[in-house]
């Protein structure tokens, strides 16, 4: 209550003067964290407590844990100046920590990490339907940040947990999610990225189905004339209710050469669902694969060669003479 009073104060008195403003113009993160909108030009005045069981002693503030500020007592007020945010810290009257708050300012530029034509700024995939995805992104050559929060939820409720991986992208997990069942709400994925006391957020909305994409599949030769495709260990079974469709093409290319799947120089492609392939001496046979039931992405390509033979006269050893 004595919070929402001073929320409603502080208001009262920028309204007044035109120069600060305070309504709905900062929030929690997590705990611990708070965000301020700010815009150009802008200051925010941003109420912060140490804590309930503090009330009436002898609290001191410090900033970034070098700066004392002059404000004393278990409630203050700072004043966040353009996008200078900071660490506020409180101490007792014997200068034990307590306590602190993270206010960090949140501007709409798109400046941490970089945009591409055909991913946006968050690419996200999954390679079958058990309800876990990987989002990954590309830091800008200027920006030197982390990942301050992640929030993945879905429309009525949800229990989708994230975490970061050894790589510095995020791993998901749905734990609601049944692939037997529609897909009936998107998923709504915001991730918070912090450089120093700025925060940016960005948001992507998707169905598992939309960014399902398989590992690669697997080649291996029957005989000299064909080679046997399978579905990529990690794939979804069974694999008549989650069939895949293969993408199928011989390419030329130099013996020693590995062959690039990706370039239009095919001599013949073809779509088909057989394991089963044909294969021509001399040529490299490409094959990728997506789920046949939706238009997702492709997986990478995978190739196998099919060599011929070369005869070559072997050289006849000419026998050592034998010393006398």
Not at 191 to 214: A, L
Not at 221 to 238: A, G, L
């Amino acid at each position: 209550m004595f919070f929402l009073l001073m929320s409603t104060l502080l208001f009262l008195q920028s309204s007044a003067d035109g120069s600060i403003n305070t309504e709905e113009s900062y929030w929690t993160l997590k705990p611990n964290v708070l965000v301020v909108n700010v815009n150009v030009g802008e200051d925010v005045n941003v109420p912060l407590i140490c804590g309930e069981a503090y009330e009436g002693e002898n609290i001191t503030w410090t900033r970034n844990n070098d700066e004392n500020l002059e404000a004393q007592g278990n409630r203050i007020v700072v004043t966040v100046e353009g996008w200078m945010g900071g660490n506020y810290s409180c101490f007792d009257s014997e200068g034990s920590y307590l306590n602190h708050t993270l206010v960090l300012a949140q501007w709409t530029f798109r400046k941490f990490i970089k945009s591409t034509p055909e991913k946006g700024y968050i690419d996200c995939s999954t390679n079958n339907y058990g309800g876990s995805f990987k989002c990954n992104w590309t830091w800008d050559v200027n920006r030197n940040g982390h990942v301050a929060h992640i929030k993945a939820t879905r429309p009525g409720g949800s229990n989708i947990s994230c975490s970061l991986d050894s790589s510095g992208n995020i791993t998901c997990l749905d734990h609601d999610y049944c692939p037997y069942a529609e897909e009936v709400e998107r998923i709504n994925l915001t991730i918070y990225f912090r450089s120093s006391f700025v925060v940016e957020s960005y948001n992507t909305k998707f169905y598992i189905m939309d960014i399902v994409r398989p590992d690669m599949v697997p080649i291996s030769r029957i005989n000299k004339t064909s080679v046997e495709v399978k579905y990529p260990h990690s794939w979804s079974t069974p694999s008549s209710y989650f069939p895949l469709m293969f993408q199928v093409k011989e390419i030329r290319c130099r013996k020693h050469d590995n062959c690039d799947c990706s370039k239009p120089n095919s001599q013949e492609i073809f779509f088909t669902q057989s394991h089963k392939l044909p294969v021509t001496k001399g040529m490299t046979v490409c094959v990728r694969a997506r789920d046949e039931l939706c238009n997702s992405s492709w997986s990478d390509w995978n190739q196998y060669k099919c060599k011929t033979r070369i005869n070559s006269k072997q050289r006849k050893r000419e026998p050592k003479l034998k010393m006398l």
